[in-house]
Structure formats: structure tokens, C-alpha cells
């Protein structure tokens, strides 16, 4: 499932090499001593794994150094100690993606491979925003969690989520949220956090009512919630994807829309966006090859809004795209004949408003 462009490279701490059959997992591609990270191409590697004592001040120390001085943000895996919180508490702080306890076992492997994100526990400033956008982003995470689970979805937490988003952009503008959240979150929580706000923003500053707005913001939350089934190792490749990772990542909009129909209770508006948020005018787009008018306003503008929220992302490779060149790339979709232009000139005023 995890796919075979999969390449882990372990880091280890014990003299002995891995303590674990590496041989056997070919999704090992090589395995280094703790020392040498930092001086390591990672280029050909699609995550790390570190198996290392995290008690250790010193291993600590070390791993700071070199995971910061790493130029891409590449997903990062520990292995802890069961029982031990310090451990776990020490991956989180190294940014750790997802953890495993030791002996680590086939199964576990598969399951770090096929991890969503989970937020490192940095220390936040207390303010408002960031206090609003953590809320948001725990959200997130429960929510991604019940679709792999397979459980009803807790809309009572997602539509506190949206509310205090709502008043949080409402009052601190889109600039304040954006820089938070790309100050405070990576991968795919990131995303759909920056899409929500640009949506939130977008209904505030075009007028829509209060229901409108808050309809808005949830599709913005749970646009992408498809995206918990498809391995992270695809959703964090930094270069271009094959067409096997492209028709992976492509699942997303039905994966989402069929759990959502089953385990939540929503609008057919905020359903249809979660589905067809990757459908363009010209039918060019997927699941279903939609065109103009069996396209809906509201996933139009689900669409606009999140690419420019993907346009607007910030990487450890990537710096993010400034608004006026974001907005040169909606504009020439428009031209192209695949997204609205009076919606797209709608976003600019929304955007460029103070
Ligand atoms: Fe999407
Ligand atoms: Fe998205």
C-alpha cells in the first residue's frame, strides 16, 4: 500500500546497526549511524526513520541540530519506549510525523509509512490566533482519525472549530491567520487550515450571511478529510509525482465524500464541494469530469479557494507564492476557461482588503 517509490532512511544510535530485520523491508532503503545525519544526501530518501535513545540530552542535541539544518521538510518517524512519555514528548518536540514503540515490527512500519501528521508540540505564543488555529488543528486531526477508524464524525468540535475561525479571521484579518498557521503547522493540516481562512475570508468580505459563512468554513475544514487514506510519504513529496502517486492522491475527493455521507450530517452544498473541489469548467478536472454548470457556486468557490490556499503554503523547500502572483495564476485558469473569473476577481478584492 505504501507503494515502492517508498525509500526510509534509518538512523541509528546502537553500535550494532538496526535492531530490526531491515533486509526483509525493502522500504528500507539504508541505514547510517546517528552521527552521519546531517552529512547525508536525502534527496533519494522519501522519510526519516530514527531509532535512538531520546533520553539521552546529547542524542537530543544532535538531532536538533541536524533535523534543523535539514533543507526539506521530509517526514520524520521515531521509535520510543513504551511507557516512557519523555520519549514521546521528545519526538514531538523533533517534529516527529508519527512514532512507533520499540521492537518495531512489520505492521508498525506499515503504519508509520501510512501516518498522517500529527503537530509537533511547539511551544506556542498564547495568543488569540494561535490558541484558535491549535484548536483547529486538533479538530483536524480527530477528524482525519475517524475516517480512518471508520466512525462518526464529532461535528459538534468541527462547527466550534469554524466558529471560532470565523471570529478569529473576522477580527485579526486573513494576513494574521495565514502567517500563524504557516508559523505553526506543516503538510496537510497546514493546508486545510490556510483554505478555510481564505474561504472564511472570502464569505466575510463578499457579504454572505452568517449561515453562508460558517457553510464556507467547514467545507473548508473538511475538504481534503479524504486525504487520511493516502500514505503521507505521497503527500509530502516535495518533486513531481508519478501518474501511480497522482491516481492515489486523486481518491481523496470520493474517499472523503462517501465517509462524510455515511458518518456526518451535512448539506448537500458542503458535500458536493468535498467532492468535486478538483472539478474545473472545461471538464478537465477529477473525480468525475464535471463541466460549467453541473459545478455549484459553493464548489467553485471551495476550488478557487483552495488553490490559492495551496498556492500560499510555505515548505522547508518551498517559500510561499506572494498574493499578486497566486492571483496571476487563478487569472490565467480563468483565461484558460477552467475557474470563474468573477469569482476569481471576488478573491482579489477579498484578499487585497484590509
Ligand atoms: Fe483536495
Ligand atoms: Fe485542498
Not at 520524520?76 to 514528548?89: I, Q, S, W
Not at 454548470?293 to 479557494?305: A, H, K, P, Y
Amino acid at each position: 500500500m505504501a507503494g515502492s517509490s517508498v525509500a526510509v532512511l534509518l538512523v541509528t544510535d546502537a553500535p550494532s546497526g538496526a535492531s530490526f530485520p531491515v533486509a526483509r523491508w525493502p522500504a528500507i532503503a539504508r541505514v547510517e549511524p546517528l552521527s552521519e545525519l546531517g552529512k547525508i544526501d536525502l534527496s533519494p530518501f522519501s522519510a526519516i526513520l530514527v531509532d535512538a535513545d531520546l533520553s539521552s540530552s546529547s542524542t537530543i542535541d544532535r538531532l536538533k541540530k541536524s533535523l534543523l539544518a535539514l533543507e526539506r521538510n521530509i517526514p520524520r518517524y521515531f521509535l520510543v519506549t513504551e511507557g516512557r512519555r519523555v520519549e514521546m514528548v521528545q519526538a514531538n518536540v523533533l517534529g516527529a510525523h508519527a512514532t512507533e514503540t520499540r521492537p518495531l515490527t512489520a505492521e508498525g512500519l506499515q503504519r508509520l509509512l501510512t501516518s498522517t501528521l500529527r503537530e509537533p508540540l511547539d511551544e506556542l505564543p498564547d495568543t488569540a490566533v494561535t490558541v484558535v488555529a491549535q484548536a483547529a488543528s486538533k479538530a483536524l486531526g480527530s477528524a482525519f482519525e475517524a475516517l480512518r477508524a471508520d466512525t462518526t464524525l464529532d461535528s459538534a468540535a468541527m462547527a466550534a472549530a469554524s466558529n471560532d475561525i470565523v471570529d478569529s479571521v473576522g477580527a485579526g484579518g486573513l494576513g494574521q491567520w495565514l502567517d500563524t498557521v504557516r508559523a505553526h503547522h506543516h503538510g496537510t493540516y497546514q493546508h486545510c487550515l490556510l483554505v478555510t481562512g481564505v474561504l472564511t475570508n472570502f464569505a466575510q468580505k463578499v457579504g454572505m450571511s452568517g449561515a453562508d459563512i460558517s457553510k464556507l468554513t467547514t467545507a473548508g475544514l473538511l475538504h481534503d478529510i479524504g486525504k487520511a487514506t493516502i500514505p503521507v510519504a505521497i503527500l509530502e513529496k516535495p518533486g513531481k509525482l508519478t501518474p501511480e502517486e497522482f491516481a492515489e492522491i486523486a481518491r481523496h475527493p470520493v474517499e472523503g465524500f462517501d465517509y462524510l455521507t455515511a458518518h456526518a450530517n451535512l448539506g448537500p452544498d458542503i458535500l458536493a464541494a468535498v467532492r468535486s473541489h478538483h472539478e474545473y469548467l472545461d471538464g478537465s478536472g477529477y473525480p468525475d469530469g464535471l463541466m460549467g454548470s453541473q459545478i455549484g457556486d459553493l464548489t467553485r468557490i471551495v476550488t478557487i479557494c483552495d488553490i490559492y490556499g495551496a498556492l500560499s503554503e510555505r515548505r522547508a523547500y518551498k517559500p510561499a507564492m506572494s498574493p499578486p502572483e497566486a492571483l496571476a495564476i487563478l487569472e490565467d485558469m480563468c483565461t484558460a476557461g477552467k475557474l470563474e473569473t468573477a469569482l476569481v476577481r471576488a478573491l482579489r478584492e477579498a484578499v487585497e482588503a484590509r
